[in-house]
T-cell receptor, first 110, second 118 residues
Framework: GIQVEQSPPDLILQEGANSTLRCNFS?????LQWFHQNPWGQLINLFY???GTKQNGRLSATTVATERYSLLYISSSQTTDSGVYFC????????????FGSGTQLTVLP | ETGVTQSPTHLIKTRGQQVTLRCSSQ?????VSWYQQALGQGPQFIFQ???????GRGNFPPRFSGLQFPNYSSELNVNALELDDSALYLC?????????????????FGEGSWLTVV
């Protein structure tokens, strides 16, 4: 099955700093989503981005499907950005399941 | 707010018991998937339901079973609970076509049910 690798596994930032999270995947995908999981377990959709670039406030994401990676950018980080960020994909022929990476644990210090 | 609701939010069960978790999908969504998330790991796909039929299954034993109802809500049942079943169980809702989530459609998750088996 498809492999999804995220880096870095852990990231500690000072409030106001910028960061880039990376997601590599081993096969062509027809769906790629970035999620933020808060401390209570809720997975919040950030982006649906199988290709191209999107921006939403301080967050933006880019997926280069031909090179099989996606990047999530967080600018001017805030303490509320803390949590685990997951990249998840589906592949053609197996669109029923999302395959998740292992996540990036982000801690933003005040 | 994703429009996907799960219950109960927390529960404690004894090894060997059975548990039922419930999920109401987002309005207009016909596909419900269940995921298990162990501590420190990413969610793992259990199975998916589309129009009341199981429509795909991950690497989970038959004691994990489910139902989907005509209103597209769903239940996850786990029999003969084991200690390793302790996890966060997440329900995901989407608009599908029987082949999974339709292209261009986002998958939305509920807040999850925390299950502890002692």
């Amino acid at each position: 099955g498809i492999q999804v690798e995220q880096s870095p596994p852990d990231l500690i930032l000072q409030e106001g700093a910028n960061s880039t999270l990376r997601c590599n995947f081993s096969d062509s995908v027809n769906n790629l989503q970035w999620f933020h999981q808060n401390p209570w377990g809720q997975l919040i959709n950030l982006f649906y981005i199988p290709s191209g670039t999107k921006q939403n406030g301080r967050l933006s994401a880019t997926t280069v499907a031909t090179e099989r990676y996606s990047l999530l950018y967080i600018s001017s980080s805030q303490t509320t950005d803390s949590g685990v960020y997951f990249c998840a994909v589906t592949v053609s022929g197996s669109a029923r399941q999302l395959t998740f990476g292992s996540g990036t644990q982000l801690t933003v210090l005040p | 707010e994703t429009g996907v609701t799960q219950s109960p939010t927390h529960l404690i069960k004894t090894r060997g018991q059975q548990v039922t978790l419930r999920c109401s999908s987002q309005s207009g969504h016909n596909t419900v998937s269940w995921y298990q998330q162990a501590l420190g790991q990413g969610p793992q796909f259990i199975f998916q339901y589309y129009r009341e039929e199981e429509n795909g299954r991950g690497n989970f034993p038959p004691r994990f079973s489910g139902l989907q109802f005509p209103n597209y809500s769903s239940e996850l049942n786990v029999n003969a609970l084991e200690l390793d079943d302790s996890a966060l169980y997440l329900c995901a809702s989407s608009l599908g076509n029987g082949q999974g989530t339709s292209s261009g459609n986002t998958i939305y998750f509920g807040e999850g049910s925390w299950l502890t088996v002692v």
